[in-house]
């Protein structure tokens, strides 16, 4: 608590450095975190006013003790003051609920974010702005409308998706030392800066040559769905792969003449061939594949070596058949198939489904979306950025190609996916800033070499 409310007090004086302060704080620790900012903004010298609810936590109960001691007075809070005290104030401190919330509001506190809307003040909020139910991408009614939050210990699906996350303004995450115990029951995210996943890139020696940069092979397409697995193996193409072999059921436009496209009435049989002669290093398969995908995804899995799966590949039935090198790649009607659940219920907690396939499919998965989630065995990693011009036809094939590639040269699966979304959504906000709306999966292959630049620029300008 004193961590996160010395947090809060820091980004208050970061973001709002002049001026009276409002703070208002519930009962529970949420509001001993708003207690704790208190009493540091006054150490800084700053004017607080403080409206606070009877104390339920003890160690919200002790702050209001020692923020007492420093000679801060502590005033009931209600409507009415909120409405009084906002007035000549230059922020408000929302630290009235937090996780502790389970909605509906109760007409008291329903009363109170109702002020806090209305003050026309600035309002950070602490972890999550009142109303908001930390799990949930929707909104479950009134909410506080913050211009800032100051989330603590991990990123909660409140504050990245949906309508919920537009209530929550610019978020900054404070990274907590959690006293042992303080085990968190709900999934948390972090979200890597351009320069961690920098870090994570490979990097190749100078004699570097086709045999040593990866061997992909891309296995989709269908009558009709052709074009699925061709956009696979121009994505892994364009992040670095040194050779690419499309394996098809179907005939393939000559999209890129540097990928490998075979066509065979028996996909199966030829890839069992070539896999006795030697096997690749990374697979991607399910792009377009049709019927067949769960009985080639189970002949590939077996193999044991890095794979990507997605799309037809992503069935129910390979359930625990996953390992440790696998990356899988549902959208959230896929996800939705995977968990036997509805799409709503996928999109109402993306960071609690992502991490439910993970345990159940094992390897690493990236829930798609924007933005998407890559879940890994120790923890969740939201992506940043993206277009909404890739909400067309094939992006999904494309990322499925650049996690191949990736894995092909070295990376881990969890590196390889959030690596993967990370070039996919630079490339996209490369594409749309020429394409707009008209973006299609070919722009966003197209850039994914400058987005590359960009991404390993960043340590350089430590973005
Ligand atoms: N864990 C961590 O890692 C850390 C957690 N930290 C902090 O702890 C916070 C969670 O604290 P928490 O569990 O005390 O809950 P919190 O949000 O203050 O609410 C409890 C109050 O809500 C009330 N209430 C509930 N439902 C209601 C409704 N429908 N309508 C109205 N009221 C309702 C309930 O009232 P009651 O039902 O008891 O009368 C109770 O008084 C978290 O968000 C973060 O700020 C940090 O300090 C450090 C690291
Ligand atoms: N608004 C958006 N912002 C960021 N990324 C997006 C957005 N819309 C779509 N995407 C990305 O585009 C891809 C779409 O994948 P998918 O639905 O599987 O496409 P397809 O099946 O057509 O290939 C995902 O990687 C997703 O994250």
Redesign the pocket.
């Known amino acids: 608590?004193e961590?996160?409310?010395r947090a809060v007090a820091d980004a208050v004086q970061d973001s709002f450095p002049v001026g009276r302060v409002l703070l208002l704080a519930?009962?529970?620790?949420?509001?001993?975190?708003a207690l704790v900012a208190a009493r540091h903004l006054a150490a800084l010298g700053r004017e607080v006013r403080v409206l606070a609810?009877p104390a339920?936590?003890p160690?919200?109960r002790a702050n209001r003790k020692r923020l007492g001691a420093v000679g801060v007075r502590v005033t009931a809070l209600n409507a009415a003051a909120v409405v009084r005290e906002s007035s000549g104030a230059a922020v408000l401190v929302d630290?009235l609920?937090?996780?502790?919330?389970?909605?509906?509001?109760?007409p008291?506190?329903a009363e109170l974010v109702a002020a806090v809307n209305a003050s026309g003040l600035p309002v950070v909020a602490?972890?999550?702005p009142t109303g908001l139910d930390?799990t949930r991408a929707d909104l479950v009614g009134v909410t506080v409308q913050a211009a800032q939050t100051v989330t603590?210990?991990g990123l909660k699906t409140a504050l990245l998706f949906g309508p919920a996350a537009h209530q929550a303004g610019e978020v900054r995450l404070a990274a907590?030392r959690?006293p042992v115990g303080?085990a968190?029951a709900e999934a948390l995210a972090t979200r890597p800066t351009r320069t961690d996943v920098a870090r994570l890139l490979p990097v190749r020696s100078a004699d570097a040559h086709k045999g040593t940069a990866g061997r992909v092979w891309v296995v989709g397409g269908h009558p009709g769905t052709a074009g699925a697995a061709a956009l696979a193996g121009m994505g892994a193409l364009r992040v670095g792969a040194g050779l690419v072999t499309v394996y098809s059921a179907a005939d393939m436009p000559l999209v890129m003449p540097e990928l490998m496209m075979q066509r065979h009435e028996d996909v199966a049989a030829a890839l069992a061939e070539a896999a006795a002669h030697s096997l690749p290093d990374a697979v991607c398969l399910g792009m377009g594949l049709g019927p067949h995908a769960p009985a080639l995804a189970r002949l590939i899995l077996g193999w044991g070596i890095p794979c990507v799966l997605d799309a037809d590949a992503l069935q129910p039935e390979l359930a625990g058949l996953g390992h440790a090198g696998c990356v899988w790649t549902p959208h959230p009607g896929e996800a939705a198939r995977m968990l036997n659940c509805t799409v709503a219920e996928i999109t109402r907690d993306p960071l609690a489904a992502a991490r439910a396939l993970q345990e159940r499919y094992g390897g690493a998965v990236i829930l798609k979306g924007g933005p998407s989630v890559v879940a890994q065995s120790g923890g969740l990693w939201v992506s940043r950025g993206g277009h909404p011009g890739m909400g067309s036809a094939g992006m999904g094939d494309t990322l499925a190609g650049i996690v191949a590639a990736l894995l092909g040269q070295g990376l881990s699966a969890p590196d390889a996916a959030l690596c993967g979304v990370t070039l996919h959504a630079r490339a996209g906000e490369r594409a749309g800033a020429r394409h707009g709306y008209g973006l299609s999966a070919s722009d966003v292959s197209g850039e994914l070499g400058a987005a590359w630049l960009d991404v390993v620029a960043s340590v350089k300008e430590g973005a």
């Open positions: 608590m961590e996160a409310g519930g009962g529970g620790a949420n509001g001993g975190d609810a339920r936590h160690l919200t630290g609920l937090g996780t502790g919330f389970t909605p509906p509001l109760r008291e506190l602490i972890d999550v930390a603590l210990s907590l959690l303080w968190q």
